[in-house]
């Protein structure tokens, strides 16, 4: 079983930058994707990026050139560094990991964006 916490929301005006961490409880090099999702206010849950052990990234094209996912496994953490921030960014940020047979989230971290 993996727990994941997420941590590095906020308030941010249009433009600011914000990076996301989500730290697992279990070796993050053994998990193959490593992914973050976003819910904004009376939407579905949308998929933003995904990394994989050996580094291939995927984006949403919503956030494709502003936004970059990254891992350390040293640390057991995967980021979402956020650049050029919108106001239809705003969401709670929620991590997902897909390891042996489960598939676990975190409680997510809320990201807001003025403009």
């Known amino acids: 079983q993996v727990q994941l916490v997420e941590s590095g929301g906020g308030l941010v005006q249009a433009g600011g930058s914000l990076r996301l961490s989500c730290a697992a409880s279990?070796?993050?090099?053994?998990?193959?994707?490593m992914n973050w999702y976003r819910q904004a206010p009376g939407k579905q849950r949308e998929w933003v990026a995904t990394?994989?052990?050996?580094?291939?990234?995927n984006y949403a094209d919503s956030v494709k050139g502003r936004f970059t996912i990254s891992r350390d496994n040293t640390k057991n953490t995967m980021y979402l560094q956020m650049n050029s921030l919108k106001p239809e960014d705003t969401a709670v940020y929620y991590c997902?990991?897909?390891?042996?047979?489960?598939?676990?989230w975190g409680q997510g971290t809320q990201v807001t964006v003025s403009s």
């Open positions: 997902k990991a897909v390891h042996g047979g489960g598939v676990y």
């Open positions: 279990a070796p993050i090099f053994s998990i193959n994707f």
């Open positions: 990394i994989s052990t050996g580094g291939s990234t």
